[in-house]
């Protein structure tokens, strides 16, 4: 399966790892039952079409099978992509399928999320396909056996590190996702699914406002700085501010903060809501009308337009200036987000330079 990018070269779709776990849990139950290696697999994806997995690793006795499959997340760049995915199935003897989680799989520990507290974090539909999976297996030789399956990754916990888990309250791994089976590059439906779960996660544990930030960094200035906030209350929302302020809309927060730097604050200030590099660059006509608004005299503006980056800019603006003109962007950032929810959140936008220490911060209205 392939995709297009932005420059409209193909790119090749992958899968997630609810459908790993599933085509390792089905190559398990074939060998348990059949005593016999298991090389290659082809399972059912949940809307109906067919995908085939190549087996890593597949060992088995007559109490016990355990096989193994490399995930491949095609071209789209996945923190779990390349991880070894295993499913081991031993015969129980009560009947129906059970499936648990072991080393690697995270735990669930905050409300909010589609899994209840302290269970597995392999995800409704995931689940649904392992049971499946096993199911057609081995639904001829139970006799009125069950079958429990266990799902491990033995680098999960480390791999989990590298993605939002920690913050959404799942601890000791990755999750087993996937609503589909497949990864489809880029990772802007799996980015923008992470904030909508994080947002859950901060409105089930009754925060009342979010903190946004626009990366990593933004972020640990954020925290570090309103402390009275629980770890719930901040999103790394990453160029998708847009999106964000519309799912805090749909959520009963009475107040958004967004918290950036420089650079992508004045991004928000000329009304572009996403961020990326690619769809929108910082445009230094625009920062030369708002200096210009703030009283920078017309013969400093051609000094202005040599500017290369929204931090460049307010580096060589007059030093007399640089309070009005931060605020000027703050306060035009704070209403374009808060327009963005329609004016049914209080919004503030806070901007830091890149050491963290806060210029300016407006609130929509002032």
């Not at 005299?297 to 337009?305: A, D, R």
């Not at 329609?342 to 830091?352: P, S």
Request: hydrophobic share 40%.
């Amino acid at each position: 399966m392939v995709a297009k990018n932005r420059t409209s070269k193909p790119m090749r779709s992958g899968y997630t790892t609810g459908a790993c776990a599933a085509a390792a849990a089905q190559a398990a139950a074939s060998a348990l039952v059949n005593q016999a290696v298991v090389n290659r697999v082809e399972i059912e994806l949940p809307q109906g079409n067919k995908a085939d997995f190549d087996i890593k690793s597949c060992s088995f006795d007559q109490r016990q099978a355990i096989c193994s499959v490399i995930k491949d997340a095609g071209d789209d760049p996945d923190a779990t992509n390349g991880a070894e995915i295993y499913a081991i199935l031993s015969w129980k003897a009560a009947s129906g399928i059970k499936i648990r989680g072991g080393k690697g799989v995270g735990v669930v520990t905050k409300p909010g999320l589609e899994l209840p507290i302290g269970m597995p974090a392999i995800n409704p539909v995931p689940h649904l396909m392992i049971s499946d999976a096993v199911k057609r297996e081995t639904e001829r030789y139970l006799n009125g056996r069950g079958i429990q399956v266990i799902i491990f990754v033995p680098q999960g916990e480390e791999l989990a590190k590298r993605t939002l888990n920690a913050r959404l309250g799942i601890v000791g791994g990755i999750s087993i996702l996937g609503t589909t089976g497949i990864v489809i590059p880029y990772s802007v439906n799996a980015y923008t699914a992470c904030i909508s779960q994080a947002l859950d996660v901060a409105a089930a544990c009754g925060c009342r406002q979010v903190v946004l930030t626009t990366g990593r960094r933004s972020e640990k200035f954020a925290q570090s700085q309103l402390v009275t906030l629980d770890e719930e209350c901040f999103i790394q929302a990453g160029d998708f501010i847009g999106y964000s302020l519309e799912q805090c809309a749909k959520r009963s927060f009475d107040k958004v903060i967004v918290w950036g730097m420089v650079g992508k604050t004045s991004k928000l200030a000329a009304g572009h809501l996403y961020t990326n590099v690619s769809d929108s660059t910082v445009d230094i006509s625009f920062l030369i009308e708002v200096a210009a608004s703030c009283g920078v005299p017309v013969e400093t503006v051609e000094n202005l337009q040599t500017a290369v980056t929204a931090n460049h800019f307010r580096r060589i603006l007059p030093a007399a200036y640089i309070p009005e003109f931060c605020n000027q962007l703050c306060r035009l950032a704070a209403r374009n987000c808060q327009e963005k929810t329609d004016g049914v959140l209080a919004v503030e936008c806070i901007m830091t330079d890149a050491e963290g220490i806060i210029l300016e911060r407006a609130s929509a209205g002032e």
